[in-house]
């Protein structure tokens, strides 16, 4: 193969790095990004270089955040006994997003993938059984994706949580997405969603 | 929309500037890219921030390059009477892979799309005129991608050496691709195939 001049080849390295960027993807923006102008390709490289000590981890609720508690939990205005509980930030701001929920949140840092390491001792669920037994907590909603891991994770938990006997456990609703088509629904949806059918 | 810290909302920008890579996965990258130690942080804004001024276009071929003239340009074995026009350096890279051509190049910068704007003064080819008119070529080889695009700016710059009599214009043979599958092959492919067919 062709060396491509040590420059761009890091470029290209360092793109490769990143989840779902292959080689061939990684010298397509690698390319790209050579044709930027001067004062954007370091305004990039700025950006990046900023990156760290500017981003912190919230010590309550262990979402990353710029200061530490971060602006939910800092937020006078947000039910703290209402613990929305997710694997990764990127799930905490799309709950925020609905403008539903106006409880707290707590950031398991993922979910319990044992054949990968990923063990109890991994996440921060012994933060989250601290701040459950430090605090009057009245609702704790187990928001997961509803996959494997996701149940598994939302049945561990619930077990670990179920001494707490005043705490209502909650899940994410079951059933067919907006837009769904009844035709090409999964049975396991369409059965949850037959399950929890509602008046109307 | 929930906004993000404002450091990952920036890289998250960043992101999305390069081509390919929607809000969604500038957003994924952004998160995954938090995660990396500190030190791979450092590195990654440190390739970056290095990538203006150590990479220079080549002056004899306008190939992206760290010297100028290129390696290739350079090379005295290479020969100099055979340039293989292309539109981009990563097409010139990919016929390198191929070790079967031992002449030079000449990078275009593009191919002719007057609708976006890219006439024939917006790419090398005075260039690859003066070449023409100041060294003794033999040949000129125009490797384009087979499309719309490729095809126009092989029909102009035949048109405009046609004049140099001495020198043979070829360009990348059309034909079947290897792993291709006679019912799925498009009829324009094929009967280019039909027509170039070969003794064996």
């Known amino acids: 193969m062709i060396k491509f001049p040590k420059p761009i080849q890091n470029l290209i390295d360092q793109f490769t790095k990143l989840p779902g960027i292959g080689p061939k993807t990684a010298e397509r923006l690698a390319f790209a990004f050579i044709k930027w102008p001067a004062k954007e390709k370091e305004e990039f490289a700025k950006v990046f270089s900023q990156i760290n000590g500017s981003i912190t981890h919230c010590s309550v609720c262990h979402n990353i955040s710029e200061k530490d508690p971060c602006t939910i939990c800092s937020d006078k205005a947000r039910d703290k006994a209402k613990i929305c509980v997710v694997a990764e930030p990127h799930d905490l701001a799309a709950i925020e997003n609905t403008n539903e ?100």
């Open 101 to 200: 929920f106006k409880g707290t949140y707590h950031v398991l840092g993922g979910v319990l993938e044992p054949l990968y390491g990923i063990t109890p001792d991994k996440l921060k669920i012994n933060e989250l059984l601290a701040k459950v037994q430090k605090n009057k907590i009245s609702e704790i909603i187990l928001a997961f994706n509803p996959d494997m891991e996701g149940e598994a994770t939302m049945i561990y938990l619930k077990n670990l949580l179920q001494p707490f006997k005043k705490i209502i456990i909650t899940r994410l609703a079951r059933g067919m997405p907006v837009g769904a088509d009844l035709e090409y629904t999964d049975e396991i949806t369409l059965s949850n969603a037959l399950k929890n059918r509602k008046e109307i």
